[in-house]
């Protein structure tokens, strides 16, 4: 089945720095890349999301990007404020896979003013 | 709509009671997902139904642990006996038709079990 490995665990950054956070997945049929963020005792919560059939993605100051060859994707977030401080989970799926997605473990970003 | 409904939203019992956690997913919905989520292992897949029809359980963790969809609009997962290792946030989310994959997941808002 599919393993998807997330980097870095923990991540912090200065208020209006970039953060990137990485992933790489294990099956090559996969086709579905969202992102959740997750707020403390919140529940998580879809930022945004990349088809196989684009390479990049962009919602404001979120970014995604992936490369099919090398099975990674990545989240970029630009300008990081406070409120972007959660924990953030990649994710992937496959046609073969009835929607089931896969989480990465989780990369807790705290943005330090 | 309103979302995933979940209940209780939080629950304390004591060892070896049963735990019953229910859940209203989004209308026209035809996916839903029960997942376990604790500081060690993460966000966790425990069972997904299609259509009420249960599609993998292969990650509920013993036979103390069962679900059910009797509808599309409500499902169970029951703990029976409970332990104290059962304590987690679970999450039950739903998916839209239309496809194998590429669809969002809408999560509840969670249940937080604790066992005592």
């Known amino acids: 089945g599919e393993n998807v490995e997330q980097h870095p665990s923990t991540l912090s950054v200065q208020e209006g720095d970039s953060a990137v956070i990485k992933c790489t997945y294990s099956d090559s049929a996969s086709n579905y890349f969202p992102w959740y963020k997750q707020e403390l005792g919140k529940r998580p919560q879809l930022i945004i999301d990349i088809r196989s059939n684009v390479g990049e993605k962009k919602d404001q100051r979120i970014a995604v990007t992936l490369n099919k060859t090398a099975k990674h994707f990545s989240l970029h977030i630009t300008e990081t404020q406070p409120e972007d401080s959660a924990v953030y989970f990649c994710?992937?799926?496959?046609?073969?896979?009835?929607?089931?997605?896969?989480f990465g473990a989780g990369t807790q970003v705290v943005v330090t003013p | 709509d309103a979302g995933v409904i979940q209940s209780p939203r939080h629950e304390v019992t004591e060892m070896g009671q049963e735990v019953t956690l229910r859940c209203k997913p989004i209308?026209?919905?035809?996916?839903l997902f029960w997942y376990r989520q604790t500081m060690m292992r993460g966000l966790e897949l425990l069972i997904y139904?299609?259509?009420?029809?249960?599609?993998?359980d292969s990650g509920m963790p013993e036979d103390r642990f069962s679900a059910k969809m009797p509808n599309a609009s409500f499902s169970t997962l029951k703990i029976q006996p409970s332990e104290p290792r059962d304590s987690a946030v679970y999450f039950c989310a739903s998916r839209s038709p239309g496809g194998l994959s590429g669809n969002t997941i809408y999560f509840g808002e969670g249940s937080w079990l604790t066992v005592v």
């Open positions: 994710a992937a799926s496959s046609p073969d896979s009835w929607g089931k997605l896969q």
């Open positions: 139904f299609n259509n009420n029809v249960p599609i993998d």
């Open positions: 209308s026209g919905h035809d996916y």
